[in-house]
């Protein structure tokens, strides 16, 4: 039977209560948004459904009320198992408040999780999460005392460890596309990312549940078979988006840009943006020092971003490749709510196909941000005050990069610096260390990346780390910093300092 085609609030009057609900989408870019916004329309209205269970790889949402933040609903929710926390604050606050089990795995395993599911394995087996607050052994990703049914656990396979993310059913996915024809056939041309619309459609299709699309447009027909991402024979219900458009923008930041879906050619060229001198710029062109040409790269969101900014000025972006977790592949990341896109990438892969690549040790580079760092190497990126941000990709791409570079100014709240004659001058320093005695939350273990043999730095404004087998070494200093007073009087412990150099003159041109 073909799909039906529906108003967004009779596709969603099919879910029932205590479903398991499947959600793509990526920052802002192809979350089903009008989809999200009926269902809580629906409850608010009916107190149905209820004590359904969530499950999203990447965080989706705008930081305030658009994307998942549509579900933080007390009642609506029972579960959550999530990517990334951070843009649905909503959410994080039902956790933080005990008021829903709450999980945090790590992106890439739970979009490779809808695999397993669509095809009734038994999980995921991996070693992305050992020995981090995931790890059963730690917190097992429960963030909170109401959380209590273990979802993973400890395997010993041929003599060594590994985790099993254990498979469960899903019944309700509501994804995104652009076009769909009667047959239910979806194509994905004005979308900026593939994502994990696929591999979600057959979960919640081979468990007897129901699959909701919302397109912004029907067409007679997609005459590219090639170009088909999820068959019709999986769909049920087909939603509209109305032509305002408004709740089918290509990102929570741009209604379309064609950048975003276009490979660059000899016709197009742009001239780069100038980032204002500042602290992220000076951590961005030390980190852009370590990038070697032909590497394969991955740059995290927030201050690694710099990166691909001082890049372009300075003419070196077609030396190496950048991609995304989400599946771009070159070009040049978005930021903001558009981060997850690339303006005119070489490729756009499907997001689980991207952690295959990144989990089989694919990147040669990755440069990600910090929250807390401490004397073992240990780095936390999910938990701060009473906020928890969640590991989206964190923990995929940092454990299996060859080189790895955590890129954070040396002290936040009230930082700021400048620059005279070459020397950098704190004009004014932060309140809050990044370097403590004891991260909050292990996201990533310095310990088992001196096993692994990784290379590790750890960049600021004022100084760079490297990680070592007996801990945090200092081992570059910016010109005109004092030593004792700004750098190691600044921290919660004492690094290791050993044969000291200058952080490169070129970092500090203003």
């Known amino acids: ?16 209560s205590g479903a398991t609900v499947a959600v793509s989408g990526f920052v802002g870019a192809g979350h089903p948004e009008l989809l999200t916004t009926a269902l809580e329309e629906r409850f608010l209205a009916s107190a149905q459904p209820r004590d359904l269970t969530l499950v999203y790889a990447a965080g989706q949402g705008d930081g305030k009320n658009r994307g998942l933040n549509h579900l933080a609903h007390q009642g609506l929710l029972k579960r959550v198992i999530g990517g990334h926390w951070n843009l649905a604050p909503k959410l994080g606050t039902l956790a933080l408040e005990n008021k829903i089990e709450a999980y945090n795995f790590p992106q890439g395993v739970v979009c490779q999780l809808f695999r397993e599911i669509a095809g009734k394995r038994p999980g995921v087996i991996t070693k992305v999460g050992l020995n981090t607050f995931i790890d059963p052994n730690n917190e097992g990703g429960r963030l909170n005392q109401r959380t209590k049914e273990e979802l993973i656990e400890r395997l010993e396979l041929d003599g060594d460890t590994w985790l099993r993310y254990r498979s469960f059913p899903i019944t309700v996915a509501l994804i995104r596309a652009t076009s769909a024809d009667p047959q239910g056939n979806l194509s994905v041309e004005h979308e900026g990312l593939i994502g994990d619309i696929l591999p979600i459609a057959q979960a919640a299709r081979n468990h007897g549940g129901i699959v909701i699309a919302q397109v912004e447009r029907i067409v007679e027909r997609i005459s590219d078979p090639k170009a088909v991402r999820v068959p019709g024979i999986l769909v049920d219900f087909l939603v509209e988006s109305p032509q305002d458009k408004q709740a089918h923008q ?11 879906v276009t490979t660059r ?3 197009i060229s742009t001239t780069p943006q100038t980032l204002p001198f500042s602290c992220r710029k000076i951590i961005g062109r030390r980190a852009l020092e370590e990038i070697r040409s032909g590497d394969i790269v991955n740059l995290g969101i927030g201050m690694p971003e710099a990166i691909s900014s001082v890049a372009a000025e300075a003419g070196r972006l077609e030396e190496f490749t950048l991609t995304l977790e989400s599946g771009p592949i070159g070009g040049e990341p978005a930021s903001g709510l558009s981060f997850g896109c690339s303006s005119y990438p070489d490729a756009i892969i499907d997001q689980p196909s991207q952690f295959d690549f990144y989990d089989g040790g694919g990147i ?5 941000g910090a929250i807390e760092i401490d004397q073992l190497g240990n780095v936390n990126i999910t938990q701060f005050g009473n906020r928890f941000a969640g590991v989206g990709g964190f923990v995929n791409i940092t454990q299996n990069a060859r080189r790895v570079i955590f890129c954070a100014p040396f002290r936040v709240k009230g930082l700021t610096a400048k620059v005279c004659d070459g020397n950098l001058t704190i004009t004014s320093e932060g309140q809050i260390p990044k370097f403590v005695k004891r991260v909050q939350q292990v996201a990533f273990h310095g310990p088992s990346a001196i096993e692994r043999g990784q290379e590790v730095l750890y960049v600021t404004e004022r100084a760079v780390f490297q990680l070592t087998a007996d801990g945090l070494s200092l081992i570059e200093t910016a010109p005109g910093i004092d030593l004792q007073k700004q750098i190691l009087d600044q921290m919660e412990f004492q690094p290791l300092v050993d044969q ?5 003159s070129s970092c500090f041109d203003p």
Do not use: C
């Open 1 to 16: 039977m073909p799909p039906a085609i529906s108003t967004a609030t009779e596709a969603i009057a099919a879910i029932p």
């Open 265 to 267: 050619d000899n016709k």
């Open 364 to 368: 040669d580079l990755a440069a990600l």
């Open 500 to 504: 000291l150099t200058k952080m490169p």
């Open 250 to 260: 290509q990102t929570f930041a741009e209604s379309f840009n064609p950048a975003y």
